[in-house]
């Protein structure tokens, strides 16, 4: 099923001009960016879109790095991309990802993890409506 989620390239990625590298992955397996923004977010913004990990002992020095400077947040479309986007994102502790996805290429630690990307359909509505109001599936 052609479905959309939410996509975000970290500081980290960002600040290394990884941008064209980490969206060649997406479109060399037929994700298509449907829609794409470079922002600075602000830390009550991160704060708001992370709200889910409010009780985590990471969430604040998540909320701090993830508005330090700019990301760059993307809808991506294609066939089962919630779950295809996880793939391509390998595990969160870059020790722990794949060869060859994004985090095992490029994440420098399981903070600074290069990308986000949404977790189930339910949440990659809620994600994109964040970011891009009419865009949800
Ligand atoms: P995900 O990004 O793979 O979905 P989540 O568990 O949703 O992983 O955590 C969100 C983000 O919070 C991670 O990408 C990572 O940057 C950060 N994070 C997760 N666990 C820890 C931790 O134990 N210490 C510090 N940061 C963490
Ligand atoms: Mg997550």
């Known amino acids: 099923m052609i479905e959309r989620t939410l996509s975000i390239i970290k500081p980290d990625a960002v ?3 990884l941008i064209g590298q980490i969206i060649n992955i997406f479109e060399k397996n037929n994700i298509v960016i449907r829609a794409i923004k470079r922002v600075k977010l602000n830390k009550k913004d991160a704060e708001n879109f992370y709200s889910v990990h409010k009780d985590r002992p ?3 020095d998540l909320c701090q790095y993830m508005s330090s400077s700019d990301v760059v947040v993307m809808v991506l479309e ?10 391509l994102m390998g595990a ?10 994004i985090r ?8 600074k993890n290069s990308v986000h990307g949404s977790d189930s359909k339910e949440n990659a509505n809620i994600e994109i409506k964040f970011f891009f109001k009419d865009l949800a599936n």
Do not use: H, Q, Y
Request: glycine share 6%.
């Open 15 to 17: 600040e290394r001009n």
């Open 58 to 60: 990471f969430f604040n």
């Open 78 to 87: 294609g066939e089962n991309a919630v779950l295809k986007n996880r793939e």
């Open 92 to 101: 969160t502790n870059p020790k722990d990802a794949a060869k060859g996805t």
């Open 104 to 111: 095992n290429l490029f994440a420098l630690s399981l903070d």
